[in-house]
């Protein structure tokens, strides 16, 4: 599902003292089926940016397009009921564990399709597949998810937005608080779940999930979008001036080459391809 943002701009408190104008004419198209990383500093507009693009928040001006639905400032032109698209577009916001209520895991699960209007025999069935897509054992169906680790916990809350089928997760720093165990295993799900089809935004500080993770990236400044590259793009040139980290990696691979072991870095994202493309330099030279 494609999402094309024309013009899109959106003012908090508009017309008082404490006016605050969060996006500033914001044109952009985030491809279907990619992962995409939305980056750049806190209060740079990106929790505002993920909150309209499933009706969360309306567009003061500009109109954003999801597929065959459109949000806009317009409210002749704009979708009358939102129920469709935000089964279609799944928002996890930070620490989304704590939107856990129910007694046991399957309940929490299958909640989300219930009240979707799916029938609960159907709807168990469902919660029963998205816990395997996110590894979660049948041993802890019937338990309280709060006797669950932190990343379990998180796991069968995305189980809950994958049980209403969307066609784009949107993440909001899903690793917040886990450690790199429970981090790595979750960007691993994320990965799975886009080369099933879907598409993810994930917004992150962490340059070194943008660097192994995304096929684009999408830096914002200001309420503004100031760069929607490739990852490779992004580190080889520009990181800098938009005051983001360089990943350890491309570190790795830029003191390489000013070594004299020229590496190419589209090819590489991760230690594994690394390692490959000094093998394939070091056999060239």
């Not at 190419?264 to 330099?281: F, G, K, Q, R, T």
Request: proline residues 3%.
């Amino acid at each position: 599902m494609q999402i094309k943002i024309n013009n899109l701009t959106h003012t908090y408190m508009k017309g008082t003292l404490n006016e605050v104008k969060a996006l500033d004419n914001i044109s952009l198209t985030i491809k279907d089926g990619s992962f995409t990383c939305l980056v750049g500093q806190t209060g740079c507009g990106k929790s505002t940016l993920i909150q309209h693009l499933n009706g969360l928040l309306i567009p003061d001006s500009g109109e954003i397009e999801v597929g065959e639905y459109v949000l806009s400032f317009d409210k002749k032109k704009t979708t009358k009921k939102f129920t469709d698209l935000r089964k279609k577009v799944g928002i996890v916001f930070q620490f989304p564990e704590y939107q856990l209520f129910e007694e046991t895991v399957l309940k929490d699960v299958a909640f989300g399709s219930i009240n979707f209007g799916v029938k609960k025999e159907e709807a168990y069935e469902i919660a029963r597949n998205c816990l395997k897509i996110v590894d979660i054992k049948e041993e802890y169906y019937d338990k309280s998810p709060f006797e669950l680790s932190g990343g379990e916990k998180r796991r069968v809350a995305i189980a809950g937005l994958l049980s209403t089928s969307p066609e784009v997760l949107i993440l909001d720093e899903p690793t917040a608080g886990l450690d790199p165990k429970s981090s790595k295993e979750l960007l691993d799900l994320f990965r799975k779940i886009n080369q099933s089809g879907k598409t993810i935004i994930l917004v992150t500080h962490d340059m070194n999930i943008v660097f192994e993770y995304a096929s684009d990236v999408i830096v914002m400044k200001n309420g503004q979008v100031v760069k929607n590259c490739s990852p490779s793009e992004l580190f080889l040139n520009d990181e800098e001036q938009y005051c983001l980290e360089t990943p350890l990696i491309a570190k790795a691979i830029q003191k390489l080459n000013d070594k004299g072991l020229k590496l190419n870095l589209n090819n590489i994202n991760n230690i594994d391809s690394l390692v490959d493309e000094i093998i394939l330099a070091r056999k060239e030279k």
